[in-house]
């Protein structure tokens, strides 16, 4: 038992100081972005071998305030039932958006939804993430 309590404190004391850290952290990594952006690349090699790469993420969304049955039902008669499971999977959309992406060879639509049906589009929002990571540090 007092291990327990030793760790928890223990544990909570790291956090506390593992805080500022992280929303330092946050903030470079945006800059980060910012740099590869302004300079045209996507990775970089430090001193010491360490790679800073950009890892892309596609999310999708059902919207605020629609209706998961109403949603489902669009989603159907639409053909992406594949989606649809006791609610609409915006995983299982942003995977086959994913997919479309994959399959469109550089013909890429305006936006990310712009594979969906309209009446899809105006249930999920597709948006994308540029998180960078780091191997070797």
């Known amino acids: 038992m007092n291990r327990l309590v030793e760790l928890t404190r223990q544990r909570k004391n790291l956090e506390a100081d593992l805080d500022p850290i992280l929303e330092e952290l946050a903030s470079v990594r945006d800059a980060v972005v910012a740099e590869f952006v302004r300079e045209g690349t996507q990775n970089w090699k430090s001193a010491d071998g ?60 305006e936006s990310l939804d712009g594979w969906l049906p309209e009446k899809v589009r105006e249930l999920f929002v597709v948006s994308e993430q540029h998180v960078p990571g780091v191997r070797g540090a």
Do not use: H
């Open 50 to 109: 360490a790679l800073v790469y950009l890892n892309r993420k596609l999310f999708a969304s059902m919207k605020p305030g629609v209706d998961p049955a109403a949603a489902c039902e669009i989603l159907r008669s639409n053909g992406f039932d594949f989606v649809v499971e006791t609610k609409p999977s915006a995983t299982k959309l942003a995977a086959w958006v994913r997919e479309q992406e994959q399959m469109a060879e550089g013909v890429l639509p």
